[in-house]
């Protein structure tokens, strides 16, 4: 229903790391012309970790489907350049802090005024208003800040952030949530306009639930109330070792409770007066999870599966990555496609023996992603030849523009480790 929606849109990425180039990667899924606007030396986030021609894993996920150009925006021929790509776009995605978007000509208000149609997306740390809008923030210091460390803490209480990038792949989604409704709206006024999405907002909303249940324990009693950390809201529950492995099991209501004892053998449960109701099972949480952890203990993680299963009881296998995407209901319902190795030649010698695909997800509800040909990301600058034209640029004029370091095109590189 929704493949291909956003075809014949053109969107000017200018963002860099995770949570922009996710939202120009979803808007790509969906169909739109991606073009990736870097310096010469590229994205940032091409540079962590094992780096083969500019490519990085982060770079390689996030980017997928996009066009890159080279563009030096801190010169004055760069920003002209900028100036005339925004005319004949759709959308604007960039996540740097104001006074550096200001200096490299892609503040709003400057664009709005070439383009009115323009839809302006800004991600930012702290807010773009706020007295903190150029502190620099990451997906770590905004999750220590919103809390979720702390939610996510170790059992000795140090903070942990969650996997994966949680504060930026959230503000991405919500971004581009909020394109499609600014889509939608300018269809009506015809008018573009300015959204604006911060890391810590994005973790607000998403920690709606635990704000909530943090402060409704407070109020009105119940373990963790005291704590800051919202406990769990019935036992047992939690990930608990098996012999092999971990499992996760949890108890949704009375009858569960009951369904879970029956698999475990606890019939001496069934009468005690303590576990009749959730809200006296959470008085005696400790004892209860004990008592699971060492059961669940005695056998293998598949033995658990295999005599859970059937039940109707929050029950699974705790995966890693490997085991996940060799898990039936991932392989069955074709959750994952294989993205072709973009590396030639002396480049395939840093593959594993008989890898050639990485493994890339489709994105939800699109249903027709996952029989599409899943492209690679660009090199630096693959494509600044072609866009340039595009936007009525001559040959010399991109020649001149490159010899002058204005404009880079792809020049291929030499492994390196981030």
């Known amino acids: 229903m929704i493949d291909g929606a956003y075809a014949g849109l053109r969107v000017l990425d200018v963002s860099q790391g995770i949570a922009g180039p996710y939202c120009g990667q979803m808007l790509q899924q969906l169909g739109a012309d991606v073009i990736k606007v870097e310096p010469h030396e590229g994205d940032w986030s091409r540079k962590l970790g094992k780096s083969i021609d500019g490519l990085s894993a982060l770079a390689m996920t996030y980017n997928r489907g996009k066009r890159s150009i ?13 100036r005339s790509l925004v005319t004949g776009v759709d959308i604007l995605i960039q996540n740097f802090r104001p006074t550096a978007a200001e200096k490299l000509g892609i503040g709003y208000s400057g664009l709005s005024q070439l383009n009115p149609r323009l839809i302006y997306a800004s991600i930012s740390g702290y807010g773009t208003e706020s007295p903190w809008a150029d502190y620099p923030v990451t997906d770590l210091i905004a999750q220590a800040v919103s809390g979720l460390a702390i939610g996510n803490a170790d059992s000795d209480g140090k903070p942990r952030s969650a996997k994966p990038y949680i504060a930026d792949l959230t ?39 635990m704000l909530m249940e943090n402060t409704w324990r407070r109020l009105f009693g119940g373990s963790g109330a005291s704590s ?62 004990q008592k699971v952890a060492a059961l669940l203990s005695q056998k293998t993680s598949a033995e658990w599966t295999a005599l859970f299963q059937g039940s109707n009881v929050l029950y699974a296998a705790v995966n890693n990555l490997d085991d996940f995407m060799s898990d039936p209901r991932v392989v069955m319902q074709g959750l994952l496609q294989g993205m072709p190795l973009p590396f030639t030649g002396d480049s395939t010698e840093f593959a594993e023996p008989g890898t050639d695909t990485l493994p890339i997800a489709a994105l939800p509800g699109a249903t027709g992603c996952d029989a599409m040909v899943i492209p690679r990301a660009p090199y630096i600058g693959e494509h600044t030849d072609e866009i340039m034209a595009e936007f009525g640029y001559s040959s010399v004029q991109v020649e001149r523009l490159i010899q002058s370091g204005v404009l880079g095109r792809h020049v291929s590189q030499r492994e390196t480790c981030g």
């Open 228 to 289: 800051g950390t919202p406990a769990s809201a019935t036992v047992p529950q939690g990930a608990f070792r098996s012999r092999d492995g971990y499992v996760v099991l949890a108890s949704l209501d009375d009858a569960m409770f009951w369904r879970i004892c029956d698999v475990l053998a606890l019939s001496e449960w069934v009468s005690d007066p303590r576990m009749g109701t959730a809200v006296q099972r959470l008085v005696h949480a400790e004892e209860i999870n």
């Open 70 to 82: 080279a563009l030096d925006l801190k010169s004055a021929n760069g920003q002209e350049i900028m």
């Open 171 to 209: 503000s991405g989604m919500y971004t581009a949530h909020a394109i499609g409704a600014a889509l939608f709206a300018r269809e009506r006024s015809g008018n573009g306009g300015q959204i604006k999405v911060s890391l810590l907002a994005a973790l607000a909303a998403l920690q709606n639930g």
